[in-house]
């Protein structure tokens, strides 16, 4: 059980991607947390920011960068290891000890298999939110749709890039807000 309701920690996470198979010897690694904070009380989002990782069993193709804008290059000039992202999860954004969400179970998942196959500790408490169900619950629509269909059911104007963890956090923490407050 999260111990801090404050504040819930939305993630969006970006991987290594291929148009077709996955390239033999390749796993999908995270190459982006988008991350921010939504006060429970107040509605306000802070903190938005994306942690570039370098991916340790992939590299990066054209069809991943076409669709999340990320390059080698931007991973070789700011990419930390997974490790390090996992440790500023936990202590800029405390992810152990409050309730965390994303958009669907794909985050969760990714989060789960990567720690797992590197040997280092899941960053989250037991508290996750699937705001992609939550929504369609909400809307008492008859399947999931995606983010950005959320984003302009809701009215609101998709920002920044999609596909960028860093603006899909702050994306979803506003259909987030909206599903607490409505």
Not at 63 to 87: D, H, M, R, S, V
Request: proline share 3%; hydrophobic share 35%.
């Amino acid at each position: 059980m999260a111990k801090k309701l404050d504040k819930i920690v939305v993630v969006d996470i970006e991987a290594t991607c291929w148009d077709g198979k996955v390239p033999k010897g390749m796993k999908s690694d995270i190459i982006e947390v988008g991350v921010c904070l939504l006060d429970t009380k107040t509605g306000e989002i802070s903190e938005n920011e994306g942690i570039i990782v370098t991916p340790e069993r992939s590299t990066i193709s054209a069809f991943c960068t076409k669709l999340t804008t990320i390059t080698p290059e931007l991973i070789q000039k700011e990419g930390i290891p997974f490790k390090e992202a996992l440790t500023i999860l936990e202590e800029k954004y405390l992810s152990k000890s409050r309730t965390w969400a994303s958009y669907g179970a794909y985050d969760l998942r990714q989060f789960h298999f990567q720690c797992k196959a590197q040997g280092l500790i899941y960053p989250f408490g037991p508290s996750h939110i699937n705001v992609k169900t939550l929504f369609a619950l909400k809307k008492k629509l008859e399947r999931e749709i995606g983010m950005d269909e959320s984003i302009k059911k809701l009215g609101f104007e998709l920002e920044g890039t999609h596909h960028r963890g860093v603006d899909d956090a702050r994306n979803i923490a506003k259909i987030l807000n909206w599903i607490l407050n409505n």
